[in-house]
């Protein structure tokens, strides 16, 4: 168990739903970096929140939302959905994100 | 901007063999470098990191990995391996400064025969 706490694991939802996936953080950590990893994209950088604000976005699309709440554990709404959105959606946590990130196992999205 | 070239989307070995996983990253500033390690359907597990002071440096199971500037390289490297190291492995690099993301390699598949 590396702290870091995703649900749900898996997701099958139709195309033009939209999801939300959670994310609680490794206790102490204030940033949360989400990232999709897909077959033909890899792992790519989706946004960052620290302490509740976001700090830097990547290939993060429209569609795509997130936040991070008080509480420190956030959030990544997917909207409008598209078969091409299935992936891997990972959730990673640090105290800052310059010594490495720790990982969550993940949540499955198949979008059918 | 960043990036990591992991060469080989596949390496094959044998039980004992030495393992060797190549990485080369490019970047503007002094980087910090990463190795994470994926077992099937898990999250990425943090094998080793380098950021500053010695070039050489050693991770968990056994891999160790060594900053070569010159080469801008990084390359993974365990000196026998255990079929327990089957498994997806990525090198990432951040910036040595503020918040920054890591940004991936595309990942090697390590695949160990007996």
């Known amino acids: 168990d590396s702290g870091v706490t995703q649900t749900p694991k898996h997701l099958i939802t139709a195309t033009g739903q939209r999801v939300t996936l959670r994310c609680s953080p490794r206790s102490g950590d204030l940033s949360v970096y989400w990232y999709q990893q897909s077959l033909d994209q890899g792992l790519q950088f989706l946004i960052h929140?620290?302490?509740?604000?976001?700090?830097a976005k990547g290939n993060i699309l429209e569609r795509f939302s997130a936040q991070q709440f008080p509480d420190l554990h956030s959030e990544l709404n997917l909207s409008s959905l598209e078969l091409g959105d299935s992936a891997l959606y990972f959730c990673?946590?640090?105290?800052?994100?310059?010594?490495?990130?720790?990982f969550g196992s993940g949540t499955r999205l198949t979008v059918v | 901007a960043q990036s990591v070239t992991q060469l080989g989307s596949h390496v094959s070995v044998s039980e004992g063999a030495l393992v060797l996983l190549r990485c080369n990253y490019s970047s503007s500033v002094p980087p910090y470098l990463f190795w994470y390690v994926q077992y099937p359907n898990q999250g990425l597990q943090l094998l080793l990191k380098?950021?500053?002071?010695?070039?050489l440096v050693k991770g968990i199971n056994g891999f160790e990995a060594e900053f070569k500037k010159s080469e801008t390289s990084f390359h993974l490297t365990k000196p026998s391996a255990h079929m327990s190291d089957a498994a997806e492995y990525f090198c990432a690099v951040s910036e040595s400064t503020g918040f920054q993301k890591l940004v991936f390699g595309t990942g090697t598949r390590l695949l160990v025969s007996p």
């Open positions: 929140y620290y302490n509740g604000e976001e700090r």
């Open positions: 990673a946590s640090s105290v800052e994100g310059l010594y490495g990130y720790t």
């Open positions: 380098y950021t500053t002071g010695a070039t």
